[in-house]
C-alpha cells in the first residue's frame, strides 16, 4: 500500500470541485441561502476523556454502517522540526509501517487488509496522522496495531529500516518535486515568503541533505520526544459500543508510558514583505507559469473564511472571475488555481495562472491585475457569495457523511481550536461572510506586496515577471 504526505498536496479549501456545480437563478440561491443557514449543519455527538498518560481519546458512534475509523493525530509536523533537521516527521510516517516491536514488517497492512480495512497517513506543516477504515468487528485488530507502533516502534528501528525509507522518501522527493515540471516553485516561494529560521521556510518532505545527514539516533530520538501518548489524539468514528471502545483503549494505550516534556513550540512573529519581490525559476518545462503569492493569516482567524471564499470567487468553478476570464471568455491560459492556506502559525493567498502556449507571463500579468483591480474596486456580486456559501456547506455535508471525515474533523478541530465540537461554529464563519468582507480582505491582503514567481523553460529568464507590467 501507497503512503502519502498531503503536505502542501492537499488543501485545506472549502471549495468544492468545478464538476457538479449547479447553475440556478439568483432568487432561489439566495432563498436557499435563508433557509439552510448554519444550523443546518448538524453537530458530530462526541465523548472526549484522557487517559492517564495523557492520551487524549474521542470517541463518535454512528451505527448507520457497520464500520468504523480510526484516526490518531500526532501533534508534530514538519514545523517542530529545526533548520538543518528537516524531513523527519514526513519520515516517520513512512517509518510507521515499516513494523513495530510486535507487529513484524509487512504485517500491518497485511493484518488490515485480510480484516477488510485498510489505512494511510499523511503529514503536514503541523501534525502527522495515521488512519485506518474497517468493519467494526476488526476496532481491537486497528487499536492494537496503532497502540503497538505508538508503544514500541522505537525498539523495533535499526538502520536497514531508516536507511530503506530514507530512501523512499528520496525517491518520492524526486518525484513529487525534483523532477516534476513545476515541482521546485512551493520551496522556493516559501524560502523567501518566510525568514529562513521560520518553521515553514522549508518544505514538509525534508530536504535530500538533511535526511541524508540524519543519524539513527537522531531519529529515534525524535521518535521519543513527539510520538508519545501525551502529543497525541485518537478518534474513534462510527459502529461501536463505548464501553467495549473504552475498555480497548485502556487495554492496548493505557500502560504506554508518558513521554518527556514536548520543546516550546515557535512562535514566530507575522510575516512582512517589505516589497513585491520577484522571482523567475527554470525548469524542465514547455509552458511558464505564474505564481502570485501574499502573506494572509492564520486557519481559524479573522478573515481566514473571507480569504477562502475570496480564493473560490477567483477561481473555482467557469463563473469564478479569473477562470471565466483567462480560460473561458479569452482563452489565454490552460488553468487557474486560488486559495487560502491556513496554518497553525501563518498562512499565505496564492493564485497560479498557466498561460496557453504562446500566450506571455506579462499578458497573464496584466489581466490578473485588471481583474484584482476591478474586485477591489467594485467587489462582488450576491450571487457569487450565494454560489461559494452553497458550494462550502455541501463540501462540509460531504465531509459528515463519512466515518472518517467526522473523525478527521474531530481532530482538526480539537487540534487547532481546542474544541472537538466546532464544526457548526465553522460552517457559521462562512455564512457569516458578506460582500463587503470579500471586497476587504482583497484590498486588505492583496493590495500587499507579494512574492511573484515565474517558472520559465530553461534559457528563457527573459519571461520572467519583473514588476513593470511589460
Known amino acids: 500500500m501507497t503512503k502519502t504526505s498531503t503536505g502542501r498536496h492537499q488543501r485545506k479549501s472549502r471549495s468544492i470541485p468545478r464538476a457538479g456545480t449547479a447553475v440556478v437563478g439568483l432568487s432561489v440561491v439566495l432563498a ?46 514538519s514545523g517542530d522540526e529545526k533548520a538543518g533537521h528537516t524531513g523527519f516527521a514526513h519520515l516517520f510516517e513512512h517509518l510507521m509501517f515499516m513494523g513495530s516491536e510486535h507487529v513484524p514488517t509487512g504485517q500491518f497492512d497485511q493484518l488490515l487488509e485480510a480484516a477488510g480495512g485498510n489505512n494511510n497517513g499523511s503529514t503536514t506543516e503541523d501534525r502527522t496522522n495515521y488512519y485506518e477504515t474497517t468493519p467494526s468487528n476488526a476496532l481491537a485488530l486497528a487499536l492494537y496495531l496503532d497502540s503497538d507502533r505508538m508503544g514500541f516502534l522505537v525498539q523495533a528501528l535499526d538502520s536497514t529500516k531508516v536507511d530503506l525509507q530514507r530512501n523512499v522518501v528520496k525517491n518520492e ?7 516534476v515540471p513545476y515541482g521546485k516553485a512551493d520551496e522556493t516561494i516559501l524560502a523567501t515568503l518566510y525568514p529562513k529560521s521560520h518553521p515553514y521556510s522549508w518544505p514538509v518532505i525534508g530536504s535530500m541533505v538533511d535526511l541524508s545527514a540524519a543519524t539513527l539516533e537522531d531519529v529515534k530520538s525524535f521518535f521519543r520526544t513527539y510520538y508519545a501518548p501525551n502529543n497525541a489524539t485518537l478518534v474513534i468514528a462510527g459502529d461501536f459500543n463505548a464501553d467495549s471502545a473504552k475498555a480497548l483503549v485502556q487495554h492496548y494505550f493505557g500502560d504506554i508510558p508518558r513521554g518527556p516534556a514536548l520543546p516550546a513550540r515557535p512562535s514566530p512573529a507575522p ?20 505564481y502570485y503569492t501574499w502573506p494572509s493569516v492564520k486557519n481559524y482567524s479573522r478573515d481566514d473564511a473571507a480569504l477562502n ?10 463563473n469564478s472571475r479569473l477562470y471565466k476570464r483567462l480560460v473561458y471568455d479569452l482563452q489565454i491560459a490552460q488553468d487557474v488555481n486560488a486559495y487560502q492556506d491556513g496554518q497553525r502559525l501563518a498562512g499565505y493567498f496564492q493564485i497560479a495562472v498557466t498561460p496557453r502556449k504562446g500566450i506571455t507571463p506579462a499578458r497573464i500579468d496584466s489581466l490578473v491585475h485588471t481583474e484584482l483591480a476591478k474586485l477591489q474596486k467594485d467587489g462582488i456580486t450576491s450571487r457569487e457569495l450565494a454560489r461559494v456559501q452553497n458550494s462550502t456547506r455541501s463540501q462540509f455535508l460531504r465531509e459528515l457523511a463519512t466515518d472518517l471525515g467526522k473523525a478527521q474533523l474531530l481532530n482538526e478541530y480539537n487540534y487547532f481550536v481546542g474544541d472537538p465540537d466546532y464544526v ?9 461572510v458578506t460582500r463587503a468582507d470579500v471586497q476587504r480582505v482583497a484590498r486588505m491582503y492583496l493590495g500587499k506586496p507579494k512574492v511573484v514567481l515565474t517558472v520559465v523553460p530553461d534559457g528563457m529568464t527573459s519571461m520572467m515577471i519583473k514588476g513593470d507590467r511589460q
Open 309 to 318: 471564499v475570496l480564493a473560490s470567487v477567483l477561481a473555482d468553478g467557469k
Open 424 to 432: 457548526q461554529r465553522d460552517a457559521a464563519r462562512y455564512d457569516a
Open 32 to 77: 436557499f441561502v435563508g433557509t439552510l443557514g448554519a444550523q443546518s449543519i448538524p453537530r458530530i455527538p462526541f465523548e472526549k476523556y484522557t487517559l492517564p498518560n495523557g492520551l487524549e481519546v474521542i470517541l463518535h458512534q454512528d451505527h448507520t454502517t457497520p464500520m468504523i475509523a480510526v484516526d490518531t493525530w500526532y501533534h508534530v509536523g
Open 173 to 179: 522527493r524526486r518525484q513529487r518535486v525534483d523532477n
Open 271 to 290: 510575516v512582512v514583505i517589505p516589497r513585491d519581490t520577484f522571482l523567475v525559476l527554470q525548469d524542465k518545462v514547455q509552458i511558464p507559469r505564474v
